[in-house]
């Protein structure tokens, strides 16, 4: 059987997307009655950086030591890739030494060609593109705190990025209404805009107020993305009405919750009153991070 990869959410199934959730809820439960779990020994994850990260590097880089396994930090500017090896031989030269690849790079496309090389399963740790790692930490969380999906909505505000992509992939999937409030020329990816009208309940406009109507979930990130820093000035101006804040909560549910895949800038996507109101979701949705991604680690990696 061809090994499997887990590139994008929109290559999963809603039933697949839900087996992973409910393997993440059993780790989670695992870990903390301190239960070991070790299907990953002897096995070794190699993890290729070419953007900086806090949250993806810990989160697997620990899951692999709880699943009894090695990590190993391979630096984007310390690797020949960063010299320019293809990556065609990249993948072929680490699917000898290694039981899986994860990877956070800015082209999809670049993730797409080392899956495509490697005989070892490839994670996409966050393209220009996608972030579907966080995306699959942020379905556990609402799971957790809401209790399901169903006749849910989520009102992403800000960016049509990497997290506005993923977040319509994955919640379309299973079942959750999507609303986006982006100012014109930065939404989200065309094809998936379209794809998620005819495949469920969403709703694209620059209308932040008309999109946290009745939210049960309040998402935002940050309005200039890592590759992006010398458009923050500029990025600052477009997206400036673009916020979490007081104003958008008020037309929400009152039970609504915030998350935010971090890092924040408090005073620009998300007030410091409304973080900090809601830092206990978003802590929660930081540390599903770890068990969303053993479930995937052990759903590719176990063999
Ligand atoms: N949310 C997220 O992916 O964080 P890092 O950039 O710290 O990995
Ligand atoms: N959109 C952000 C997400 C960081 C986790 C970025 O790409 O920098």
Not at 10 to 19: A, M, Q, R, V
Not at 68 to 75: E, I, K, M, N, V
Not at 183 to 205: F, I, S
Request: with cysteine.
């Amino acid at each position: 059987m061809r090994k499997k990869d887990f590139l994008l959410l929109s290559d999963y199934s809603k039933e697949e997307i839900l087996s992973l959730l409910t393997l993440a809820e059993e780790l989670k439960r695992t870990k903390r009655e301190g239960r070991p779990h070790e299907f990953l020994k002897g096995k070794t994850l190699g993890m290729i950086f070419e953007k900086s990260s806090t949250r993806t590097r810990v989160s697997f880089e620990v899951g692999m030591v709880d699943l009894g396994g090695t990590a190993l930090f391979l630096s984007g500017n310390d690797i020949q890739l960063g010299r320019g090896e293809p990556v065609e031989d990249t993948a072929r030269v680490l699917s000898r030494y290694l039981d899986g690849i994860m990877i956070r790079t800015f082209e999809q496309e670049k993730v797409e060609t080392l899956a495509r090389f490697s005989a070892i399963p490839v994670i996409n740790g966050l393209t220009d593109f996608a972030h579907p790692c966080q995306v699959l930490a942020d379905l556990l969380t609402i799971l957790e705190h809401k209790g399901g999906f169903e006749g849910k909505t989520l009102c992403y505000i800000g960016d049509g990025n990497n997290m506005a992509n993923s977040l319509i992939a994955g919640c379309i999937k299973v079942g959750i209404k999507v609303r986006t409030a982006c100012p014109k020329g930065y939404l989200p990816d065309a094809g998936l805009r379209e794809w998620a009208q005819n495949a469920g309940d969403y709703l694209c406009t620059d209308d932040v107020l008309e999109a946290a109507q009745g939210a049960d979930v309040l998402y935002t990130d940050v309005w200039a993305s890592m590759g992006q820093e010398a458009e923050a000035a500029q990025r600052r101006a477009v997206f400036a009405q673009y916020q979490v804040n007081e104003k958008a909560l008020a037309v929400a549910r009152p039970d609504c919750m915030v998350l935010h895949c971090l890092p924040a800038h408090r005073g620009e996507e998300i007030t410091a009153e409304v973080f900090e109101a809601h830092a206990d979701e978003i802590f929660d949705e930081a540390e599903n991070r770890l068990h969303a991604q053993k479930a995937i680690l052990v759903s590719l990696m176990r063999g």
